[in-house]
């Protein structure tokens, strides 16, 4: 076995959680690589040339690009090696505990890389057209939103003149005020639920502070054209069922879908991970520990964040978990469950271990004012909060010390609606 190809952990993605983890073992000595199918690190960060990121990491206003690129150098500083323009085509333990990638690359061809632990950080992708069933024909102009974000902000092309966006999701709303500024028409965006689904301040930024209207409990019931999009129907949803009578048409040439995104996990499944179906991203314990021992899974690739924020401090919980664990010093035992309770999607980690400090985040299913986070062990009310403002866009996150989780036993997370939005 070739010494070059041998590592303590091997990072499978180089965006936000991949280099904030590997940062955290490569201080720490520990041969770290990370491993990226893009020719340059940062991830999706890359083509996110808006403001607005590192506020509560960097504490200060960053773009996208500006936050990868602290990301990469803090990353080289701390002596993490790289492998870019490489796929992890197969990930497999070995009997020794240790595991075997295999990676393929123009430069390298197919390369066996060696490495005590793997840590999961590869991303999420963009949901589309398919994935919804949005009926009507097939003609150009029909675009997911980060894929015409790309074609913007990288390569400098416009995605058309007059554009209506099908969902209400952050890359969506941020794609409707840099189509804006563009001079390409925003006609509408559409959504079937409720209430938005991306963040608060995007909804201001981006379509109030420019008179976009949000259609919501809407749906796209049609997409026209045959060689290029020439519009969409669009009919108000009653009970979840589009009301046909009512439909009506806006004009378009472009056709941008924002309707959530899913963990790239087809890997993980490969190796044997066991997924959260709540989620799409692995099931975890206290330590970011996956079904599979030694590999480790943060950021989008666990669970869709809101916040790159987010992201970077997970993945740096997660690293010094890695460190434990190649120490030796990572809990043997199975761990307690937690379980997510009324009005909540999911709770991450899903297992923790006595007597440990845990950070775990949860999804709302509900809009409320001053809802009551609750935290139960049986019978026993360990912890009720406050939370002045939920939405499902937003992440919840709560730290639970030492002395709470003292006793062990399976934890119940719930939330209570407070006062009604209006």
Not at 65 to 94: D, H, I, N, W
Not at 213 to 224: A, K, N, T
Not at 349 to 356: K, L, M
Request: contains cysteine; proline residues 4%; charged residues 20%.
């Amino acid at each position: 076995m070739e010494k070059k190809n041998c590592y303590d952990l091997a990072v499978i993605g180089g965006g936000a959680a991949g280099l904030s983890a590997a940062a955290v073992t490569a201080s720490a000595s520990r041969r770290t690589l990370v491993i990226d199918r893009e020719d340059h690190l940062g991830g999706i960060l890359r083509q996110c040339i808006h403001n607005g990121f590192g506020l509560r990491y960097f504490k200060e206003e960053l773009t996208g690009p500006e936050y990868a690129e602290r990301l990469a150098v803090s990353a080289q500083k701390a002596g993490a090696e790289f492998a870019l323009g490489t796929t992890v085509t197969e990930l497999k333990r070995l009997p020794d505990g240790t595991f075997e990638l295999e990676t393929l690359s123009a430069k390298d061809g197919v390369r066996i890389i060696h490495a005590r632990a793997v840590l999961l950080a590869m991303g999420c992708r963009e949901r589309n057209r398919g994935n919804i069933a949005t009926p009507g024909t097939r003609p150009a102009g029909v675009f997911t939103s980060g894929t015409a974000q790309k074609l913007l902000n990288l390569e400098g092309r416009l995605p058309g003149k007059k554009a209506v966006i099908i969902g209400s999701g952050d890359i969506g709303l941020i794609m409707a005020r840099r189509l804006r500024w563009c001079g390409i028409e925003v006609q509408a965006v559409v959504e079937i639920m409720p209430f938005p689904s991306g963040l608060t301040r995007n909804i201001v930024q981006c379509l109030n502070d420019f008179n976009i209207p949000l259609w919501l409990e809407h749906s796209v019931v049609e997409i026209c054209g045959k060689d290029r999009v020439e519009g969409v129907e669009v009919a108000p949803l009653v009970n979840g069922t589009p009301d046909m009578g009512r439909k009506f048409h806006i004009d378009c040439d472009t056709l941008l879908f924002s309707v959530g995104l899913v963990p790239e996990n087809e890997l993980a499944i490969s190796a044997g991970v066991k997924l959260n179906p709540a989620t799409g991203g692995a099931m975890v314990n206290g330590d970011y520990q996956t079904s599979v021992p030694g590999i480790f899974s943060a950021g989008n690739v666990l669970h869709v964040h809101d916040l790159v924020d987010f992201v970077s401090e997970e993945a740096i919980r997660a690293g010094q978990c890695i460190l434990r664990y190649l120490e030796g010093r990572t809990a043997q035992t199975p761990g307690n469950s937690a379980l997510a309770g009324a009005n909540l999607k999911y709770v991450i980690p899903n297992r923790y271990f006595t007597g440990q400090r845990t950070y775990f985040s949860f999804r709302s299913m509900i809009v409320t004012n001053n809802g009551t986070l609750t935290v139960s062990c049986g019978d026993r009310v360990l912890l009720k909060k406050v939370l002045p403002f939920v939405r499902p866009a937003e992440m919840v996150n709560l730290e639970l010390n030492e002395e709470l989780l003292s006793d062990g036993g399976e934890l119940t997370f719930s939330l209570e609606k407070g006062t009604e939005v209006k």
